[in-house]
């Protein structure tokens, strides 16, 4: 089956432990992104990969790390968790194949006390 | 920068009709749709690439006004399974993006709620 995979789905941590989301793919897709959404606020777009050692930058990085070794895997790495990364996460895939069609992992939502 | 989504949300009762509204600043190569239901991911409903082009998905369809840099989802006859928040994604063109190519870099709306009642 298709699938973009997160864990954990659920994390409450504390401030200043570091934490890694995994985010894995089994549709070979170039394109990778992690989102985060607020109420209000919509998707928001941290990183996106276009392909393996290639990252950019989205609209809201600060505080955030990617890397992408392999071109399945896209973890997502705070080394500093605040309270203000409290969201929901998203991972994603996608293709240039079938024009970036976004294909949505279930979403890890992360508490930071 | 995020488009702007109108209405922010709207009720109604089966069987209307409505119109979500996706405005952006910049020129667009692409306008996304997605709906997401409460506690799950977005999931994918339609893309339009061209200016003017039309798409149709079962009761719901889309435009694309590449001039007005504008996008309108047009859902019609709602059912109750069409309550959830709709997003747009947008892609703006690879040649006015300062950071390189846009591909992979989608920017979504605020999102609009919409709620249909029996």
């Known amino acids: 089956e298709a699938q973009v995979t997160q864990n954990p789905r659920y994390l409450i941590t504390v401030t200043g432990k570091k934490l890694t989301v995994t985010c894995s793919q089994n549709?070979?897709?170039?394109?990778m992104s992690w989102y985060r959404q607020d109420p209000g606020l919509g998707l928001r777009q941290i990183y996106y990969?276009?392909?393996?050692?290639?990252?950019d930058k989205g609209d809201v990085p600060e505080g955030y790390k990617v890397s992408r070794k392999e071109k399945r895997n896209f973890p997502l790495i705070l080394e500093s968790p605040s309270p203000n990364q409290t969201s929901l996460y998203f991972c994603a895939s996608s293709a240039l194949e079938t024009n970036n069609e976004q294909f949505f992992g279930p979403g890890t939502r992360l508490t930071v006390l | 920068q995020q488009p702007v989504q109108s209405p922010q949300a709207v009720i109604l009762r089966e069987g209307e009709d409505a119109v979500i509204n996706c405005s952006s600043s910049k020129a667009l190569y692409s306008v996304h749709w997605y709906r997401q239901k409460h506690g799950e991911a977005p999931v994918f409903l339609m893309i339009l690439l061209k200016g003017g082009e039309q798409k149709g998905h079962e009761k719901i369809s889309a435009s694309f006004n590449e001039k007005k840099q504008q996008s309108s989802l047009y859902l019609t006859a709602s059912q109750l399974s069409y309550s959830g928040t709709y997003f747009c994604?947008?892609?703006?063109?690879?040649?006015?993006?300062?950071?390189?190519?846009?591909?992979?870099?989608?920017?979504f709306g605020q999102g609009t709620i919409l709620t249909v009642h029996p």
């Open positions: 994604g947008t892609e703006i063109y690879p040649a006015l993006n300062a950071g390189g190519t846009s591909y992979g870099k989608l920017t």
């Open positions: 549709m070979n897709h170039e394109y």
């Open positions: 990969s276009m392909n393996v050692e290639v990252t």
